[in-house]
């Protein structure tokens, strides 16, 4: 398997329930990326990490989302008493970091992502 | 702050013919990349073309051609010779030269190639 994968595909809850997702990178690669996308619109980032890191988190990440990458390689993302709002795609990618005239580049690369229907 | 904008919700071209997909963006970098994605109907989001700030000549793979527009902030999306396997949505994208490439996407285009 060489590319983003991300579990589960499809997750149904209920208000006020906790959800976990899952994303397991492209294996070398150093950085990884969570994104929200909602119907019909572009993906919005939420945070990143550079290997276990948690370098930046958006302002649309409340205090009732939190994500980690413990060693590293994959990362989890959970959501805490889930509203109806926070239905979304959520989106994983991965890049691997290196430099280039123009500072550092970096494709990423996307996973199937994870569709949180909360009812 | 970044901002991307795409002012086309939908777009539609028959097979075989050209079709240009517009983007607009506003950056506080000087060295930064700018970005069409691909996003088939349920499937994942596949990078089509990238563009780096620095670099004047557009930038071209295959089908699929940029014009590059710095000093208006305008990044086009040319693709010829529409395939059936071209119907996605499109976003067009910009990401700063600092070190950390988060990446800020436009709302997005869906383009349907008619046979």
């Known amino acids: 398997d060489t590319g983003v994968s991300q579990n589960p595909r499809h997750k149904i809850t209920k208000r006020g329930q906790n959800v976990t997702f899952r994303c397991d990178p492209i294996?070398?690669?150093?950085?990884l990326y969570w994104y929200r996308q909602t119907l019909g619109q572009g993906p919005e980032f939420l945070t990143y990490?550079?290997?276990?890191?948690?370098?930046?988190k958006s302002r649309l990440l409340s205090d009732r989302f939190s994500a980690e990458r413990p060693k590293g390689s994959f990362s989890t993302l959970e959501i805490q008493r889930t509203e109806q709002g926070d239905s979304a795609m959520y989106l994983c990618?991965?890049?691997?970091?290196?430099?280039?005239?123009?500072?550092?580049?970096?494709?990423?690369?996307f996973g199937p992502g994870t569709r949180l229907t909360v009812l | 702050a970044q901002t991307v904008t795409q002012s086309q919700p939908e777009m539609s071209v028959q097979e075989a013919e050209t079709v240009t997909l517009s983007c607009t963006y506003d950056?506080?970098?000087?060295?930064?990349?700018l970005f069409w994605y691909k996003q088939p109907p349920s499937r994942q989001m596949i990078l089509v073309i990238r563009?780096?700030?620095?670099?004047?000549q557009n930038a071209t793979e295959n089908r699929f051609s940029v014009n590059f527009q710095k000093a208006a902030k305008s990044f086009s999306l040319k693709i010829s010779d529409s395939q059936l396997g071209d119907t996605a949505m499109y976003f067009c994208?910009?990401?700063?030269?600092?070190?950390?490439?988060?990446?800020?996407f436009g709302q997005g285009t869906i383009l349907t190639v008619h046979p």
């Open positions: 990618a991965s890049s691997f970091l290196f430099p280039s005239p123009s500072g550092t580049y970096n494709e990423q690369f």
């Open positions: 994208a910009h990401a700063g030269g600092t070190s950390y490439g988060k990446l800020t």
């Open positions: 950056t506080s970098e000087n060295n930064y990349y």
């Open positions: 563009q780096e700030a620095y670099k004047q």
């Open positions: 990490f550079q290997n276990e890191a948690q370098l930046e």
């Open positions: 294996s070398e690669h150093n950085r």
